[in-house]
């Protein structure tokens, strides 16, 4: 039985899946050779004269030796290059749609209006081009784009539809962090996918509903079993959680500190030393490896916890063999050492939101379970007509038709958010938050900083700042487990 809307896309990725794996030339062997870690191109909107041109692709990726898979890609045929943007500069991108099925791209993170915002309400129509000029008006940061089409986001993200796109500015580049893009400077895209005989396959089925599409295989940059060369010295990592629901909880395997120096809204105001990072979907870590000392190092996550209860006490059984820490990507130092490695005392102070300016709050439950269903009326409905839709916020699945929420621009706000039967990633558009309290008591170490994505399962107070309007188009907020979010765990919001 299957739950899922099928697409041609879907189709395809499983039809390519079955016919290579009737083929049997595969050797298990080549899961454990270590490729060279891939780095996105980069196109700098400053010496592209501030036209970025991305086309959203079919192609075939191998990501084992002998082995093609059926992907998606811009400009390529796995994700897409890493486009750098500076503060200040408007921004035109050009971005054309060759897939064959109906795409959108999200500039996630990006502070700009909504009809720019590339969520859901701008279908970038197959075979169509789609000319947004984009305002950069906020800080250093590491954000991404991604597919947002309603009810197949998973799908085109898990095939590849998703990139790197970083903010650069003034202040960060008086720091002198490292920022040589591909030698000291790296991002690293953690996806985990599930292959048959070395060939990529979509999981289907309530289970993927439930948990989001998982696999048994981490990437990073869709290279699996990566090792990167770095320099001796310091070097920024920046990481992305790009996979549709698996949270990564980081950590070098000869438990190395590192310094944490931006979360998803940009700079910290000073490093923070860690010993391991948890990685949500969606959200991304800036941090300062030291690699100095010339050892090879290893990057680690532990298990992939976080599942609905029953369901992951069934998965933890059928996974027993993969308990235990797992290599995201090694570093091998090379070269002679760096003259300097300093982590630098500060970085830069962000804009403080300040709570007494908060006019109201709003209450946000992420439900999955029977309590969310009962409430909602319509989410009943949805799930009789398709096997969906018992998925929602506050007992209510998600309708393109329907604003939940109005916000004044200009305004600050108090959201409190929360979720049932495990941690979901919540992620709000067009805006800047600060975390304000966590189940009662005061934020965590890690929920410092501005974001715009946070895990909540417990209560989390957020305060939210709306800078942006979203007038013709509203603004998203959802569980950004790509699954959930194709569900029915997705609310829209006006500002005005
Ligand atoms: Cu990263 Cu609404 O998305
Ligand atoms: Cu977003
Ligand atoms: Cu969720």
């Known amino acids: 039985m299957t739950l899922t809307r099928r697409s041609f896309l879907a189709g395809t990725l499983l039809a390519g899946g079955s016919l290579w794996a009737a083929s049997s030339l595969w050797r298990p062997s080549a899961a454990a050779e270590s490729r060279q870690l891939k780095i996105p191109e980069l196109i ?54 060759a897939l064959g099925e109906d795409t959108t791209v999200h500039w996630h993170g990006l502070l700009i209006p909504g009809e720019l915002d590339g969520g859901p309400h701008q279908t970038i129509r197959s075979g169509s081009t789609w000319r947004p000029v984009l305002p950069i008006r906020q800080p250093a940061a590491t954000l991404w784009y991604h597919s947002h089409i309603h009810g197949r986001t998973g799908e085109q993200v898990y095939a590849g539809l998703a990139g790197l796109l970083i903010v650069s500015d003034d202040d960060e580049r008086a720091l002198g962090l490292p920022s040589e893009y591909g030698v000291d400077d790296l991002p690293l895209i953690l996806q985990d996918r599930q292959f048959e005989n070395g060939t990529l396959v979509l999981p289907q089925g309530m289970m993927s509903v439930m948990h989001g599409r998982r696999g048994d295989t981490l990437m990073v940059n869709g290279t699996v079993n990566p090792t990167a060369r770095v320099p001796r010295g310091l070097v920024r990592l920046r990481l992305v959680n790009g996979s549709n629901a698996r949270e990564y909880d980081l950590a070098f395997a000869d438990d190395r500190p590192f310094h944490w120096i931006a979360s998803e809204g940009g700079l910290l105001d000073k490093p923070v030393e860690l010993r391991t990072l948890r990685l949500a979907p969606g959200e991304r870590a800036e941090i300062l490896a030291d690699f100095s000392d010339g050892r090879p190092a290893t990057l680690e996550t532990g298990p992939d916890g976080n599942l609905p209860m029953m369901m992951g006490m069934m998965t933890a059984a059928a996974n027993l063999g993969r308990i235990g820490r797992e290599t995201v990507v090694r570093f091998e130092p090379q070269g002679k050492p760096a003259l300097e490695s300093k982590v630098p005392d500060r970085l830069h102070a962000y804009e403080r939101l300040d709570e007494v300016k908060a006019v109201r709050r709003r209450r946000f439950v992420m439900n999955m379970g029977m309590g969310g269903m009962m409430r909602g009326g319509p989410s009943m409905g949805g799930m009789m007509r398709g096997g969906m839709g018992m998925l929602g916020i506050n007992g209510r699945t998600f309708d393109m038709g329907r604003v939940d929420e109005q916000v004044r621009l200009g305004d ?73 979010e194709d569900n029915g765990m997705m609310g829209q919001f006006s500002v005005s």
């Open 412 to 484: 600050i706000e108090v959201w409190e958010v929360s979720g049932d039967m495990m941690a979901h990633p919540f992620h709000i558009h067009g805006v800047h938050f600060e975390v304000l309290s966590r189940n009662g008591s005061a934020p965590g170490i890690r929920d410092q900083g501005l974001r715009d994505t946070v895990v909540a399962q417990g209560p989390v107070e957020l305060l939210v700042k709306f800078t942006q309007t979203a007038m013709a188009s509203p603004f998203m907020y959802h569980c950004h487990i790509l699954e959930h």
């Open 44 to 97: 700098d909107a400053r010496d592209k004269s501030q036209s970025v041109v991305l086309k959203a692709q079919i192609g075939k990726t191998s990501f084992f030796p002998g082995r093609e898979s059926v992907t998606l890609g811009y400009n390529g045929s796995y994700l897409g290059p890493t486009l750098r943007v500076h503060r200040g500069d408007d921004v035109e991108m050009v971005v054309t749609n």
